[in-house]
């Protein structure tokens, strides 16, 4: 699943060098271009910091 969102970002952000070599961007398509990786890539974090907090407890039974 991380190495989906990953492809699917630099993708995005292929997209997004595609289309300001072509033909310059307008706001709106950066706006849609950018956003939803910038998205993945901070709920991408907040999932390996839960996968932190998994870790821990899986090696400290006794705690928490």
Do not use: C, Q
Not at 35 to 60: A, H, N, S
């Amino acid at each position: 699943m991380f190495a989906i969102r990953i492809y699917i970002a630099l993708l995005d952000l292929l997209l997004l060098a595609a289309i300001l070599l072509t033909r310059g961007g307008g706001v709106l398509e950066f706006t849609f271009v950018s956003l939803p990786p910038l998205y993945m890539i901070l709920e991408m974090r907040e999932e390996l910091g839960d996968l932190e907090l998994l870790r821990r407890k899986l090696l400290r039974p006794g705690v928490g």
